[in-house]
């Protein structure tokens, strides 16, 4: 049986929201809610932090934290120089994003099915676009579009609206096809998490700002699970709000 690790990378550095993983929503931090959505699903997380204020709220609610690089460019490289130094035996990480708090145990329970095939090498998730919510939100840039193959492999991720439909006037796209948005959480086996790490950045990636990009250059697969679930992920104090409300409103 596939054994299976979950890390929280979570950085107190941020442009446009500093310290969010120690932000309250509802009497709990971001980070605890984050950490205890994974152990629902997940037996072994570790929380990845270069901050000593996340790691003393992690190890307060009783949780596993590592301390690395301030360094890191990426999520990525944080996860993995967690995984080596927590000496884990696990053959696939899950990379957990640190901002997302109400994030599902079926949205990790549905990566770790990736992995029911030993051929997958990276998992990720994507979400049918809900087309009630029109076009202009499908245009956003913010909202990574992704396509796949038969097979469910990605073959591309795009900041742009993918596919692009020729003859058929934009207003109705919607009404055409079914478009699929990034959700960004992604699986890794050990080997290739070591590999990818090592790549350095492609041409596709520094133009969509989109690591997954550097992978698909490079010849790695990536497998998509589909899920249906809604996140709410937190970039800024307004982001927050949004998330308190949701809270409150179903008494989490």
């Not at 051929?119 to 009630?132: G, H, M, S, V, Y």
Request: charged share 30%.
């Amino acid at each position: 049986m596939t054994k299976f690790i979950g890390i929280i990378p979570a950085r107190y550095a941020s442009s446009r929201f500093p310290g969010k993983p120690l932000a309250d929503i509802c009497g709990m931090t971001m980070i605890e809610r984050v950490y205890r959505q994974a152990q629902k699903e997940l037996d072994e997380v570790i929380v990845a932090t270069d901050n000593e204020l996340i790691k003393d709220e992690v190890e307060r609610f009783g949780g596993k934290v590592i301390m690395t690089s301030p360094d890191h460019k990426s999520g990525t490289d944080r996860v993995f120089e967690a995984y080596r130094l927590s000496a884990s035996d696990a053959e696939v990480i899950i990379n957990i994003q640190g901002d997302e708090p109400f994030v599902a145990p079926s949205q990790i329970k549905e990566l770790k099915k990736c992995f029911n095939y030993p051929e997958t090498q990276i998992a990720t998730l994507a979400r049918p676009f809900d087309k009630k919510m029109g076009f202009e939100a499908l245009f956003d840039p913010n909202k990574v579009k992704v396509i796949f193959n038969n097979q469910r492999r990605a073959i591309y991720f795009s900041r742009a609206i993918i596919p692009y439909i020729r003859s058929v006037e934009w207003k109705k796209w919607l009404d055409e096809r079914e478009f699929h948005i990034h959700v960004g959480m992604y699986a890794y086996r050990a080997e290739v998490l070591a590999a990818i790490t090592s790549l350095p950045q492609s041409s596709l990636e520094l133009a969509e700002s989109l690591e997954q990009l550097r992978w698909i250059e490079n010849g790695y697969q990536i497998m998509m699970g589909i899920t249906d679930e809604p996140t709410i992920g937190i970039d800024t104090p307004e982001d927050l709000m949004e998330a308190i409300k949701f809270c409150e409103a179903n008494r989490l």
